[in-house]
């Protein structure tokens, strides 16, 4: 998916790097940082009852530009790659992300549908994302 934010790539860069801007838009995680090799975890899920342990790791990272995470869930086979590509364009920030690999998690787990990802995605950066970054 794509969104043209009205910030410039930097000040993007900064809501997808800095784990204290991230809590305010997608994920509180405990520690965050763009640099490869590096592992965090988090919980998300449909409800608060039903919670899964996210395990992720920066797999590439090109300042300002873009940055790849490897996505997994614990207890779960399948593995994914999330990726945030920042474009500028007159002053302005493209940004597209990528989830590849969602076929690779359990089918019977209806929690897994590629369904809830377009809608987990569209809400954090069409929603989340603009109102931190266009207030």
């Not at 989830?99 to 809608?119: I, R, Y």
Request: hydrophobic share 35%.
């Amino acid at each position: 998916m794509e969104r043209l934010f009205t910030a410039s790539t930097a000040k993007v860069w900064k809501a997808i790097t800095d784990k204290d801007e991230m809590k305010s838009w997608y994920f509180d995680l405990a520690e965050f940082r763009a640099e490869k090799g590096f592992r965090f975890s988090f919980l998300g899920g449909p409800t608060p009852e039903k919670q899964y342990l996210h395990l992720c790791e920066v797999t590439e990272v090109i300042p300002q530009k873009k940055l790849t995470y490897s996505w997994r869930y614990d207890g779960y086979p399948g593995i994914s790659f999330v990726t945030f590509e920042l474009f500028e364009q007159n002053n302005n920030t493209l940004l597209r992300l990528t989830h590849a690999g969602l076929d690779s998690f359990p089918k019977e787990n209806p929690d897994f549908a590629p369904s809830n990802f377009v809608e987990g995605w569209t809400s954090i950066i069409h929603t989340g994302l603009k109102k931190y970054l266009e207030p």
